[in-house]
Structures are given as structure tokens and as C-alpha cells.
């Protein structure tokens, strides 16, 4: 069984940063891509970010400048720093992993449970 994990999720003010954190446990194999996506009340859910597992990152147009997206691919964890947050921002914050287990033949594409991010104004 494979699970992600995210933390770091709260209440920020307008401005201020968060770091999201997102780890993968279980029979992991290897992780290709990564990435975060986010679900504002009533809205359906969005792209933030992707990296793969070489490094190369995808930015959805409203947070680029802002936040960063990256991964530890030896401890199966994937990172969002987040700059500059603005009320819009607001959402549940989730965490996508596409990835390989250990002796199962295919890809399997997991989520995470996730984290609310709330910015005030």
C-alpha cells in the first residue's frame, strides 16, 4: 500500500509564506512526476505545480514568481514553497504522485488527503 502525506497547511496572513510538505511511504518503487494541485471551495480542483523526477517544473500561471515547487527523491518527498500569498490562495491544498511499486508491473496514480491553506486579507 502506498500513501502521501502533506503537511504545513494553516492560516497566513496576506504576504506571508508557507512551505507544504508531502511524503510518500509504503512500496515505492520510484516516484516519476510529482506535483501539487489545489481545490477552492465551490471552484473544481487546479494545477499548481509539477516536477519531474529529473528536476524539470511546471507552473500554473498564478503562482509563478511565487512558488516553488521540489522534491527529495531519496526521501520520496515533494515540497511547495509558497511566497507572497494572497487571499485567492486560499484552498485545499493536495499533493499527486505518479509512481512505480515494488514487484507490481504498472503505474499506479496516488493522492494525498490534503491541507488547507488559508490566507487572510
Known amino acids: 500500500q502506498v500513501q502521501l502525506v502533506e503537511s504545513g497547511g494553516g492560516l497566513v496572513q496576506a504576504g506571508g509564506s508557507l512551505r507544504l510538505s508531502c511524503a510518500a511511504s509504503g512500496s515505492i518503487f520510484s516516484i516519476t512526476t510529482m506535483g501539487w494541485y489545489r481545490q477552492a471551495p465551490g471552484k473544481q480542483r487546479e494545477l499548481v505545480a509539477t516536477?519531474?523526477?529529473?528536476?524539470?517544473?511546471n507552473y500554473a500561471d498564478f503562482v509563478k514568481g511565487r512558488f516553488t515547487i521540489s522534491r527529495d527523491n531519496a526521501k520520496n518527498t515533494l515540497y511547495l514553497q509558497m511566497n507572497s500569498l494572497k487571499p485567492e490562495d486560499t484552498a485545499v491544498y493536495y499533493c499527486?504522485?505518479?509512481?512505480?511499486?515494488?514487484?507490481?508491473?504498472?503505474?499506479?496514480?496516488?493522492w494525498g488527503q490534503g491541507t488547507l491553506v488559508t490566507v487572510s486579507s
Open positions: 499527486n504522485a505518479d509512481l512505480f511499486r515494488i514487484q507490481i508491473t504498472g503505474n499506479l496514480e496516488v
Open positions: 516536477i519531474t523526477r529529473g528536476g524539470s517544473t
